[in-house]
């Protein structure tokens, strides 16, 4: 064979049968990729982030950082009002003659306890209610009487755990105001917990006329004591007077003298003797 031949004959030869497999190369190229642990991915990531962090403005950091807490401003010289001051009516009759200086501050509790008495069965105690929601309503349209309602929504579920009085008590707590209430064990547990509280009717005792044993009445037997023989009058600001052998002058008036006197925890007591 020439060499024209030779040459000839590898010209003829297929192509195909020189390329190398396709996947010759990617296997080949799969072995040389480089295979990294969790571990270094990690740390690769956490030098990142850090290098990010330091890199951003100082306000932007500090704004990341906080969370707004808002505050509600406190009131001054608050006076909360209880729901048994408000059913008992006293207060606002004290309330116009301007003998308390400051802010009527009614809670969101204290109002939807008046309106479960006004909406309930009972009808001494839908009277109740529904008077002192009228009183509230015409303290509210007075021109130089200020009344606050105050809105209990921030921590809500912890707050409804809470009873009506506790609820009171910790938000005049709060704003360091005072409470005024019919309700004695209210007015305990508020001194404990530090807060002022004012009793309408300690308040309506120290203003009852002082009498003195020698000093002579003019009083109206209304019914009997406990005693058979005892008459129990009452006097205009609502002293009870006991009259010794007075029975017999049921519904009358009589003349007697104080023999002497008991003070109690919900008042005073007199004793006295016919004239």
């Known amino acids: 064979m020439d060499k024209k031949e030779k040459q000839k004959q590898i010209k003829e030869e297929p192509i195909a049968d020189k390329v190398p497999p396709a996947n010759i190369g990617q296997e080949s190229s799969e072995k040389r990729l480089p295979v990294f642990s969790p571990n270094i991915i990690g740390a690769i990531a956490d030098e990142v982030s850090r290098t990010l962090i330091t890199r951003l403005p100082s306000v932007m950091r500090s704004r990341a950082r906080r969370k707004k807490v808002v505050k509600t401003k406190k009131i001054e010289n608050a006076i909360f009002l209880d729901t048994s001051?408000?059913?008992?009516?006293?207060?606002?009759?004290?309330?116009?003659?301007?003998?308390?200086?400051?802010?009527?501050?009614?809670?969101?509790h204290i109002l939807l306890e008046l309106k479960h008495l006004a909406d309930t069965q009972n009808t001494v105690k839908r009277t109740r209610g529904r008077k002192g929601l009228e009183a509230l309503e015409k303290l509210r349209k007075a021109k130089q009487?200020?009344?606050?309602?105050?809105?209990?929504?921030?921590?809500?579920?912890?707050?409804?755990?809470?009873?009506?009085?506790?609820?009171?008590?910790?938000?005049?707590?709060?704003?360091?105001?005072?409470?005024?209430?019919?309700?004695?064990?209210?007015?305990?547990?508020?001194?404990?917990?530090?807060?002022?509280?004012?009793?309408?009717?300690?308040?309506?005792?120290?203003?009852?006329?002082?009498?003195?044993?020698?000093?002579?009445?003019?009083?109206?037997?209304?019914?009997?004591?406990?005693d058979k023989?005892?008459?129990?009058?009452?006097?205009?600001?609502?002293?009870?007077i006991?009259?010794?052998?007075?029975?017999?002058?049921?519904?009358?008036?009589?003349?007697?003298?104080?023999?002497?006197?008991?003070q109690t925890a919900t008042g005073r007591i007199l004793f006295a003797k016919k004239i």
């Open 145 to 226: 009487i200020k009344v606050m309602v105050l809105s209990e929504d921030t921590n809500k579920q912890s707050a409804e755990r809470l009873e009506v009085d506790e609820q009171l008590i910790k938000a005049a707590k709060y704003h360091r105001g005072k409470i005024i209430t019919c309700d004695y064990n209210l007015e305990k547990k508020a001194s404990i917990e530090n807060v002022t509280a004012v009793n309408i009717n300690a308040l309506a005792n120290c203003l009852k006329a002082m009498a003195v044993p020698g000093e002579s009445l003019h009083v109206k037997i209304a019914h009997l004591g406990k």
């Open 229 to 240: 023989t005892q008459g129990v009058g009452y006097l205009d600001d609502g002293t009870m």
């Open 242 to 262: 006991v009259v010794e052998e007075g029975s017999d002058a049921l519904n009358k008036e009589l003349d007697v003298v104080i023999s002497r006197i008991i």
């Open 85 to 108: 001051a408000i059913i008992d009516g006293r207060i606002f009759d004290v309330i116009y003659l301007g003998l308390l200086n400051g802010i009527i501050v009614i809670t969101s």
